[in-house]
């Protein structure tokens, strides 16, 4: 990894943990224009996914064990199961409940997930690299706006618990602690491959859900405005890099 692209990915994963530090104290889509925002980056990240991500996903896979791209549909339909599971419950306060740990679990994964691959996924170029690096941001912000829309009031009654500082703390340092590992302990191709299908997966059930969502449409000029960012981008990073 070269010195360019390490400060990079070094001030993104940084990032990550102090927007996770505070996300308690900021809600993107209680914003006055929170819907167009979120539409916005909805469409750069379908995007996205279509052309960077998934492409990324079975170039290792065809490189590694082309078996692996199991993992992909696997991932996607255990979330969907699993959210059914969840919507069956008569009982709002089980359901919330058991909504609020499937959230915090899985962004306590993914958190870990995303300090891995931006130590292990270094791309060829430095907007490949942003291109990347902001599909991981992007993920996180969809994340936020599922916290607020799913079960909304019973949700924010459980994430209002208090946390201690050191717990808090160690959960915003999740995606340091996924780098560090990576990084100083390193990861094998198989199992980058690996997670980055897992990531993959997860990644595409929460925007199919996100889209398909009833109780937040989507505004289709700014999703079409921010699929128009990333197509730009794509045809800008294939003709001259």
């Known amino acids: 990894m070269s010195n360019t692209f390490l400060v990079i990915t070094?001030?993104?994963?940084?990032?990550?943990?102090?927007?996770?530090?505070?996300?308690?104290?900021?809600?993107?889509?209680?914003?006055?224009?929170?819907?167009?925002?979120?539409?916005?980056?909805?469409?750069a990240t379908v995007v996205a996914m279509f052309t960077e991500l998934l492409d990324g996903i079975y170039s290792g896979v065809h490189n590694t064990n082309n078996l692996f791209v199991l993992i992909l549909p696997l991932t996607f339909i255990a979330f969907m199961f699993l959210h059914m599971h969840i919507y069956k419950h008569r009982d709002n306060q089980i359901q919330s409940s058991e909504l609020n740990f499937t959230v915090k679990t899985i962004t306590s994964l993914s958190d870990v997930l995303i300090g891995i691959l931006a130590a292990t996924q270094i791309q060829d170029s430095i907007l490949s690299e942003m291109i990347f690096l902001g599909i991981l941001l992007s993920y996180e912000v969809i994340e936020q706006l599922s916290m607020h829309i799913v079960h909304e009031e019973g949700f924010r009654r459980e994430s209002k618990k208090a946390y201690s500082v050191f717990f808090k703390l160690f959960l915003s340092a999740l995606p340091l602690i996924g780098f560090a590992y990576a990084y100083f302990i390193g990861i094998s191709e198989a199992a980058s491959v690996i997670i980055l299908a897992l990531y993959g997966g997860t990644l595409f059930s929460v925007i199919v859900r996100e889209i398909l969502s009833q109780e937040r449409k989507m505004m289709p000029a700014y999703f079409l405005s921010g699929s128009g960012v990333f197509i730009l981008l794509f045809f800008i990073n294939n003709l001259l890099f």
């Not at 070094?10 to 943990?17: Q, T």
């Not at 927007?19 to 469409?43: H, N, P, W």
């Open 10 to 43: 070094l001030v993104f994963v940084f990032f990550v943990s102090v927007l996770k530090y505070f996300e308690d104290r900021f809600c993107l889509a209680c914003l006055m224009r929170g819907r167009q925002i979120g539409s916005v980056i909805l469409g």
